[in-house]
């Protein structure tokens, strides 16, 4: 697939995907949001890669949020930046996803990093939250994933007060995982992605599944059993001879049953 908004390159067994409006803060837009869903959709239909990075274009920025620019105005969907179906397809992506925060991770960035499943970030990167500084929230992934790394009292904190947070501030309370120094970024964040892409690719999908279903209740616990454990039952002998006596109209054997 071709994009304008964003950038996807393939190296090994490791994606990288670039938000690609460095003169605007890589800040998304309707557009960028469907790109990045897409780009992720295609990416969990194929076997190629084992792990996804995102990131940023340029020095400056991660993201800082986003625009309506050319979007309805409309109190409907169509008025309403799409950025839940980025998230949901970073959950629902059966690979880890390792987000690379190269500057600014603000608003809608800092949601974004904190829906990967780790974040590797430059010391001069700056994390905040600040809707309530423009009236607005994002309530669900933005409060109960922020509450989840750094404790109720702390994610109240950042939303009430939105402090600015220096990338070591953020690795002490558990906002991201790592911290390096801004010109090891790209090294540091392959070297990761690498370790990780070694590890098993079905036990990684199984993991990420599990962390998931608690948020995503029914659907999260579907994904679970439907995209991966019954795909391993089908393939057992009592799964076999449940088929085969289905189709020969017969009694199965249950001697197959519970082994």
């Given at each position: 697939m071709t994009y304008e908004e964003i950038i996807y390159r393939e190296d090994g067994p490791v994606g990288t995907l670039t938000l690609?409006?460095?003169d605007d803060?890589?800040?998304?837009?309707g557009k960028m949001c469907h790109e990045i869903r897409d780009c992720i959709n295609e990416v969990r239909r194929e076997t190629r890669t084992r792990v996804l990075v995102i990131t940023g274009a340029g020095d400056k920025f991660f993201c800082i949020g986003g625009r309506k620019n050319g979007m309805e105005e409309t109190t409907l969907y169509a008025g309403v930046l799409p950025t839940l179906e980025m998230y949901e397809s970073i959950?629902?992506?059966?690979?880890p996803v390792v987000a690379s925060v190269n500057g600014f991770a603000v608003g809608g960035g800092n949601v974004l990093q904190m829906?990967?499943?780790?974040t590797i970030a430059k010391e001069s990167a700056v994390f905040r939250q600040v809707g309530p500084m423009m009236g607005s929230f994002d309530a669900g992934y933005g409060t109960w994933y922020l509450e989840d790394l750094v404790g109720k009292k702390r994610a109240k904190d950042i939303w009430f007060r939105n402090p600015k947070m220096s990338a070591a501030q953020a690795r002490e309370m558990g906002?991201?995982?790592e911290v390096v120094p801004d010109g090891q970024l790209q090294e540091a964040t392959r070297k990761m992605a690498l370790e990780i892409a070694d590890r098993g690719a079905f036990a990684l999908a199984s993991i990420k599944a599990a962390f998931n279903a608690r948020h995503g209740g029914v659907g999260g616990l579907s994904r679970m059993a439907h995209d991966l454990l019954l795909r391993t039952y089908l393939k057992t002998d009592e799964s076999k001879e449940l088929s085969k006596a289905f189709a020969e109209r017969r009694s199965p054997d249950t001697d197959?049953?519970?082994h």
């Open positions: 690609n409006r460095p803060g890589n800040m998304f837009t959950d629902r992506l059966q690979k829906v990967c499943d780790v906002l991201i995982n197959t049953f519970g």
